[in-house]
């Protein structure tokens, strides 16, 4: 697949793999920002079922960086926000 996408966020973990996401989504809340990713997958038989959220924030040099989130309850709370702006995009599984 060497075709370029403009919605692809190529992030390198602590190991220096990288793996390539699909932007979904921008969610703000609470004066914060975030972005929901979706891991791209080489082969679409199996369906992807659990998405990345990152919240989006400021470097020394002012910078945009992803942060992961680690309270459980702020993710919840993001990832409500995300499947109310995108009900009508995507099939959510409860």
Do not use: C, H, W
């Amino acid at each position: 697949m060497s075709e370029e996408r403009d919605d692809v966020v190529v992030l390198m973990d602590e190991e220096g793999n990288e793996t390539e996401f699909e932007y979904l989504d921008t969610v703000e809340m609470d004066d914060k920002e975030y972005v929901v990713l979706l891991p791209v997958q080489e082969n679409d038989t199996e369906p992807v079922e659990e998405v990345l959220i990152l919240r989006v924030d400021q470097d020394e040099n002012g910078d945009d960086v992803f942060s992961s989130i680690d309270d459980e309850k702020e993710l919840n709370t993001v990832f409500e926000q995300f499947k109310a702006q995108a009900q009508d995009e995507f099939d959510f599984a409860e």
